[in-house]
């Protein structure tokens, strides 16, 4: 039997945290389904902060700007302009719900700035501002009106109206009724119906070898949308964060554009400065130049690396500006504050996702999404740093206000879901098939689908990719569900779609650069994916 909630909200970071605190101020049920625990998220990873316009020498054109010009003639202005402008109001909210931002001595907010941004306007809480509003917004869920946490439930499919062969599939009239979950502890696959359901899974980094992505990240909410039949957008986004950690033991730690801001120097291994031959930014440029400044550099010299030099950052104040990474970067057995570090790519962030208003409405009726898991438009070819919290906790507020005036005009679904049917399927024979399959489709995607692409190594990947699928679709349905099996379905399913987005786009514009069309087109046009009418 399904147990019933007015909205599920499918993921624990800043957008499904002050989703879920919207719709309970208003007094609906909410649940939350985390698959570990709720303050395991992207949100508290999160480095820099959010960008938004509180200084009086600051405006909104200029920020509008910024964002326009990093994205790359690809953002939709509507959507830049309502997310920015409504950026103070929904900064305010966070700190009514306890989340303290760094100030200056004189009380005003110690504004950062990062590449892209021509003012200072990034509110942080020293380096680890995603774990700041993640431990307020949990605290604040913690009060009441109380919101039902369901910890180590892994969601596996949405529940629709097509699904359940009420209507057919791509009809006007579908719409989500609720979904399966796996509760990873009791190891059993639970019911839950409701009104609504909000993705707010974050995004995708362990598609790729190397990723400043936690492991959660596994493209969850993107997948099941696309599963169910919603409009999947711009996958082929994929922004690669310049300066991620190379560490002894082969792990990759963010290093925050935001030490850049302060005044760290990229150079090359003969500690040559060369951002400027690149870009008249320099070192502040957009991401993307600056990753792919990186890899040419690299490639032209074979270097295993470019060196990150921070050492006159602040004039000595690093440790306490920056205490996370400057600590992280103590234990790979460098010391930022008197030494260059070495410093490569990595998956960082996916400006492209499932396709919403600026509501958070999906193509699917009563399907939300917001943060990572959504693509509104703000972030275009190329996401301008420390925008993505703004536009999580932006479209978690509007879009609430959206989902309270359908759970007033629904009625709960008439008869219960369909309960999960194991059949007969038994438990993994051969759990090697996995592990095998993971790292081959991270490294397929890292050496195909990466920085620098071109349509024969974009076919190869499709290839072995596709090849990959068939056997965990088999897998699949032979066996019991498990959390490495469904992370891996799930991915597999999202590096489709970044590569067939990334085949649709026949040009080089923001984060998607192609041997094969180095020119960018004259109209900047969306990728789109949606799943064929009658395939499972």
């Not at 600051?58 to 326009?68: E, R």
């Not at 999960?420 to 098939?433: F, L, N």
Request: glycine share 10%.
């Amino acid at each position: 039997m399904a147990t019933h909630f007015e909205a599920i909200i499918v993921g624990s970071g800043i957008g499904g945290l002050s989703f879920a605190l919207n719709l309970a101020e208003r007094g609906h049920a909410v649940a939350i389904v985390t698959k570990k625990t709720s303050s395991e998220s992207n949100t508290n990873w999160a480095q820099g902060g959010i960008a938004c316009v509180t200084d009086q020498t600051d405006d909104f054109a200029s920020h509008v700007q910024d964002t326009l010009t990093a994205g790359d003639g690809l953002c939709d202005l509507a959507a830049v302009r309502h997310i920015i402008e409504a950026g103070p109001a929904r900064v305010a909210e966070l700190i009514a719900w306890g989340v303290q931002f760094e100030n200056g001595a004189d009380g005003r907010p110690d504004l950062g700035r990062e590449g892209g941004h021509s003012k200072r306007r990034i509110l942080h809480a020293r380096d680890m501002t995603g774990r700041a509003i993640e431990s307020a917004l949990l605290r604040a869920i913690g009060r009441p009106p109380k919101v039902k946490m369901l910890e180590h439930h892994l969601a596996i499919d949405l529940i629709t109206r097509a699904k359940l062969g009420l209507c057919a599939v791509g009809a006007n009239e579908d719409r989500v009724l609720g979904l399966h979950v796996l509760n990873t502890q009791a190891g059993r696959v639970e019911t839950l119906s409701a009104a609504t359901v909000v993705l707010a899974t974050g995004g995708t980094g362990q598609v790729y070898q190397f990723t400043t992505n936690p492991d959660i990240a596994t493209g969850d909410g993107i997948a099941m949308a696309y599963r169910a039949g919603a409009e999947v957008r711009d996958m082929e986004m994929v922004q690669f964060h310049p300066t991620a950690l190379k560490a002894p033991d082969g792990g990759r730690a963010l290093i925050s554009e935001a030490v850049r801001g302060e005044g760290a120097i990229l150079r090359d291994l003969s500690l040559r400065a060369f951002m400027k031959d690149f870009h008249p930014l320099g070192d502040l440029a957009p991401r993307d130049i600056v990753a792919r400044a990186i890899d040419s550099v690299m490639k032209k010299d074979g270097a295993p690396h470019v060196l990150l030099d921070a050492t006159q950052v602040a004039k000595g104040h690093l440790p306490e500006r920056f205490p996370h990474i400057y600590e992280t970067c103590r234990k790979a057995g460098f010391d930022l504050a008197t030494e260059p570090v070495p410093v490569v790519p990595a998956a960082h962030y996916l400006c492209g996702g499932v396709a919403t208003d600026l509501k958070g409405q999906t193509t699917l009726a009563g399907l939300f999404a917001v943060g990572e898991v959504a693509c509104t438009g703000l972030h275009g070819a190329n996401r301008l740093a420390s925008n993505s919290l703004l536009e999580a906790v932006v479209l978690a507020h509007d879009g609430a206000a959206a989902a309270h005036e359908e759970i007033l005009r629904l009625t709960p679904p008439a008869g219960a879901l369909p309960a999960w049917i194991d059949g007969s399927a038994g438990d993994p024979d051969e759990r090697v098939v996995l592990t095998h399959n993971w790292d081959e489709l991270r490294r397929t995607m890292w050496d195909y689908v990466g920085i620098v692409r071109s349509t024969k190594r974009l076919q190869r990947a499709r290839t072995r990719i596709g090849t990959l699928s068939d056997e965990i679709r088999e897998y699949y349905w032979n066996f019991r569900v498990e959390p490495r099996l469904l992370e891996l379905r799930n991915l597999i399913q999202v590096a489709e779609l970044i590569i067939d987005c990334a085949l649709q786009r026949r040009e080089s514009r923001g984060l998607h650069f192609t041997l094969d069309y180095p020119a960018k087109l004259a109209e900047a046009r969306h990728t789109s994916v949606r799943r064929p009418l009658g395939r499972s």
